[in-house]
């Protein structure tokens, strides 16, 4: 992009990226512009650690954050990731990095308090959204429409959601903010 990978010529990391309200908590905790960041067409990559600490990595769906605000929920295929799944049941442990592929704009939200819940139609509906917005910002560098679905296909009828409340954010953009803590 002309502008140094930064849309809208905002330039540096999260909290110059916070928007006029400075960071002011809003739903679950965050800012609207993290809130709007998530519900954009970006890149849902997540982990988690079983009891023994070993690793679970997936990726994601799509991000919902309820009306009243008690909470985060990501949208995961259960099959694919059935072992991180049992991951966040046996330890409550989650975290979501989310990447805007055209400009490389991260940020990680870590929570401890996570429960895997089925998904209801609401969540299902709002996968099916969030895969058609990424496919339109992976096409902004060139990654053709069937990649995308391939990458992103999953079947409805097992999506489960993960819900949490981030405690700990951090911003992941590369450069030389990578992993400074991000106000709420």
């Not at 905002?10 to 990226?17: D, I, S």
């Not at 909470?71 to 975290?95: H, K, P, Q, S, Y």
Request: glycine share 10%; hydrophobic share 45%.
């Amino acid at each position: 992009m002309a502008n140094g990978g930064q849309r809208d010529g905002q330039r540096g990391g999260w909290p110059e990226r916070l928007g006029p309200e400075g960071g002011r908590p809003a739903r679950a905790g965050l800012s609207e512009a993290i809130l709007t960041f998530l519900e954009r067409g970006v890149s849902l990559v997540v982990s988690s650690s079983d009891r023994a600490n070993r690793p679970r990595v997936g990726r994601a769906l799509a991000v919902q954050v309820p009306a009243d605000g008690t909470w985060i929920g990501v949208c995961l295929d259960r099959t694919a990731n059935a072992a991180l799944l049992a991951a966040v049941a046996e330890t409550g442990r989650f975290a979501l990095a989310a990447t805007e592929p055209s400009t490389h704009l991260s940020i990680q939200l870590i929570g401890e308090d996570a429960t895997v819940t089925v998904a209801d139609a609401e969540a299902t509906a709002l996968a099916a959204r969030h895969v058609d917005a990424f496919a339109a910002e992976l096409a902004l560098i060139g990654y053709g429409d069937a990649f995308t679905r391939a990458l992103m296909a999953h079947d409805p009828a097992t999506l489960a959601v993960v819900r949490f409340c981030p405690s700990r954010l951090y911003d992941q953009t590369p450069g030389p903010k990578a992993g400074t803590a991000v106000p709420p």
